[in-house]
């Protein structure tokens, strides 16, 4: 038996509808575990709510504003550490080479320049591998194996787009 909705009903103070009252009450009857539930919960609602002691509500809201303070000093000061290890670190590292650049700037330029390069040569190079590879590929593969592959990758496109807006969607309640 499905016991879902009266478990539900039962816990979720809604005001029910006659044929629904009229089936909890049925189930009540025959099911001891729920009858324990209603039973529970009707002692809860029915008990004696007390009032808290004289002034309990300012030592409360008092206490509840120093520990909100404290973390937010305890916050500012971690913050703090972060940013001046992370600065430290920083300059610790960069400290040499900023020295280096310092004494000898025209050998520095001539580094930067000839790393353009490098990476400018290697991006020519590169090109035109791509380039012979794109001519020798189609004679090497079948076009029941480029649609395959073309399958593949639509497919995994499909799925990173799907898993991004589940992973973006902001959550819709309980």
Not at 36 to 41: D, L, R, V
Not at 107 to 128: D, G, H
Not at 147 to 171: E, N, Y
Request: aromatic share 8%; proline share 6%; net charge positive.
């Amino acid at each position: 038996m499905n016991h879902r909705p009266f478990e539900d009903w039962l816990l979720d103070d809604q005001p029910l509808t006659p044929e629904q009252n009229r089936d909890l009450q049925t189930h009540l009857r025959t099911c001891t575990t729920y009858a324990a539930i209603a039973e529970s919960n009707l002692a809860l609602h029915s008990a004696r709510k007390v009032t808290p002691a004289a002034g309990f509500i300012d030592r409360f809201q008092l206490r509840l504003a120093e520990q909100r303070k404290a973390a937010r000093v305890r916050q500012t000061i971690g913050t703090l550490i972060f940013v001046i290890g992370g600065l430290g670190l920083l300059v610790w590292l960069a400290g040499p080479i900023v020295q280096e650049a310092l004494r000898s700037p025209a050998e520095w330029i001539t580094t930067a320049v000839s790393y353009f390069l490098f990476v400018l040569t290697s991006i020519q190079a590169l090109n035109e591998v791509a380039l012979v590879l794109l001519h020798i590929m189609p004679n090497l593969v079948s076009p029941l194996g480029w649609l395959m592959v073309i399958s593949v990758l639509g497919g995994l496109g499909l799925m990173w787009i799907v898993s991004i807006a589940r992973w973006t969607r902001p959550p819709q309640g309980v």
